[in-house]
T-cell receptor, first 116, second 115 residues
Framework: KAGVTQTPRYLIKTRGQQVTLSCSPI?????VSWYQQTPGQGLQFLFE???????NKGNFPGRFSGRQFSNSRSEMNVSTLELGDSALYLC???????????????FGPGTRLTVL | AQSVAQPEDQVNVAEGNPLTVKCTYS??????LFWYVQYPNRGLQFLLK??????LVKGSYGFEAEFNKSQTSFHLKKPSALVSDSALYFC?????????????FGAGTRLFVKA
């Protein structure tokens, strides 16, 4: 099976702009989660989608949003970019079934966002 | 709230020696614990998980982890380290959020294996 893919791999934006990141999960996986990774804050949970519904959201401002399509592909959007949004954004998919906590996640390579 | 602590920012070990990367957790119910590894410029890779049963869990690349309920620990171990094991290791716990589960990661431990 093909792994989790993320596009683009690298992005450079300026403050105030917006950005959309894309994630294609492993075929058959219906759960997609997004994380922000920075040297100072580590891995921070952004949100999780399952069957097009956001099931959980982390402690991020409303500028961070996401969605999931019927084919389980997911996008996240960051509006009004700030310098502090520079990070590696990771997408992960799992074969999570509702109510099951113990399925491992499979991560994509990430999108490196730099905000100037 | 659930939490995960990795007390060491960095672990240094010589090739061929055993390695241990420490993790302690705090959960209110049954712990579902995971270890992931991140190589440079790559996403995280799943190594192993503990759900229930045997306290010693075996995973990929010769790694294993020991679950200790009384010490609330889930330390990652390998009997003989390889230079290629040098990477960033994350311990994680599954937490129930308002609408479902989310994964909480520790801060990560960088492992350096010297030849």
């Amino acid at each position: 099976k093909a792994g989790v893919t993320q596009t683009p791999r690298y992005l450079i934006k300026t403050r105030g702009q917006q950005v959309t990141l894309s994630c294609s999960p492993i075929s058959g996986h219906r759960s997609v989660s997004w994380y922000q990774q920075t040297p100072g804050q580590g891995l921070q949970f952004l949100f999780e989608y399952f069957s097009e519904t956001q099931r959980n959201k982390g402690n991020f401002p409303g500028r961070f949003s996401g969605r999931q399509f019927s084919n389980s592909r997911s996008e996240m959007n960051v509006s009004t970019l700030e310098l502090g949004d520079s990070a590696l954004y990771l997408c992960a998919s799992s074969s999570s079934i509702a109510g099951v906590a113990y399925n491992e996640q499979f991560f994509g390579p990430g999108t490196r966002l730099t905000v100037l | 709230a659930q939490s995960v602590a990795q007390p060491e920012d960095q672990v240094n070990v010589a090739e061929g020696n055993p390695l241990t990367v420490k993790c302690t957790y705090s959960v209110s119910g049954n712990p579902y614990l995971f270890w992931y590894v991140q190589y440079p410029n790559r996403g995280l890779q799943f190594l192993l998980k503990y759900i229930t049963g045997d306290n010693l869990v075996k995973g990929s690349y010769g790694f294993e982890a020991e679950f200790n309920k009384s010490q609330t620990s889930f330390h990652l171990k390998k009997p003989s380290a390889l230079v290629s094991d040098s990477a960033l290791y994350f311990c994680a716990v599954r937490d129930m959020g308002t609408g479902g589960f989310k994964t909480i990661f520790g801060a990560g431990t960088r492992l350096f294996v010297k030849a």
